[in-house]
């Protein structure tokens, strides 16, 4: 019984400080309603293995406007299945034309 030194290890906090994200980093995406963050992943379609790691998406985002969200693929595992999903992690607004 006990934590093995391989369970022990998992729970370090990153040794680069370079590892944490810079403010900002994500844009605009905290303003932006969860509404419009969904119907932006619906039109991706299911995240697949082989398919593409990140996409850009350009919605209409009610008080904020034409934003573009950038979308990238991310993984969850338990035990030996594996599941692909979509997650937002950054949006900007588009200039208008």
């Known amino acids: 019984m006990g934590n093995s030194k391989l369970a022990a290890r998992c729970h370090q906090p990153p040794g ?24 932006a992943l619906r039109t991706l379609g299911p995240a697949t293995r082989d398919g593409p790691g990140h996409r850009e998406v350009l919605v209409e985002a009610g008080h904020a406007g034409t934003v573009r969200i950038f979308i990238e693929k991310k993984r969850a595992r338990h035990g030996r299945y594996t599941h692909y999903f979509w997650s937002a992690y950054r949006a900007e607004p588009e200039k208008a034309p």
């Open 16 to 39: 680069a400080p370079d590892s944490y994200p810079v403010a900002g980093a994500n844009g605009i995406l905290a303003r932006i309603e969860g509404h419009y963050i969904a119907a």
